[in-house]
């Protein structure tokens, strides 16, 4: 199967018959001068501008009615389950001082795993753990005020 260069991303997002997911990592997001194959072999060879950072539900090519699409991979993260509004609030000050990027769900905060940051919320008396599953969040290094 032969390569794709991409040296753009599309402008316009339309509805593709098929879609198909090209899982990354927060931090394979960054990564855009790279070569990566899509689930069903197709190659492509990223060559983006600097500074691009690929979104979860961006669409890398269209071709007809096919569509690929960068979706977020399982990966490790950390989660912490504050028990109260002055806990959540307390975390939310930690990881914030911290640059971490964060995604928010109705009972817990999550970012991307961190022995040492583990152990400090740990030591806090936050109830933390470690689980598997998408990142939807940005990269360590690549956070937002």
């Not at 990354?24 to 500074?51: E, H, N, Y």
């Not at 979104?55 to 890398?60: A, I, P």
């Not at 001082?97 to 583990?118: C, K, M, P, S, Y």
Request: include cysteine.
């Amino acid at each position: 199967m032969e390569s794709i260069l991409i040296t753009q991303l599309p402008k316009e997002d339309t509805e593709a018959e098929e879609v198909i997911e090209i899982p990354m990592t927060a931090a394979d997001r960054r990564r855009v001068r790279r070569s990566l194959q899509a689930p069903d072999g197709r190659i492509f060879l990223l060559a983006l501008p600097t500074g691009t950072v690929l979104r979860v539900g961006q669409v890398l090519l269209r071709e007809g009615s096919r569509a690929y699409r960068v979706a977020a991979a399982e990966e490790d993260l950390l989660v912490v389950r504050p028990r109260s509004l002055r806990e959540a609030m307390l975390c939310g000050h930690i990881l914030g001082n911290l640059h971490r990027d964060i995604t928010a769900g109705e009972d817990h905060l999550a970012t991307l795993w961190d022995e040492g940051l583990f152990q400090r919320l740990a030591r806090a008396g936050f109830e933390v753990e470690r689980t598997r599953g998408p990142f939807m969040g940005n990269a360590p290094g690549e956070h937002t005020h």
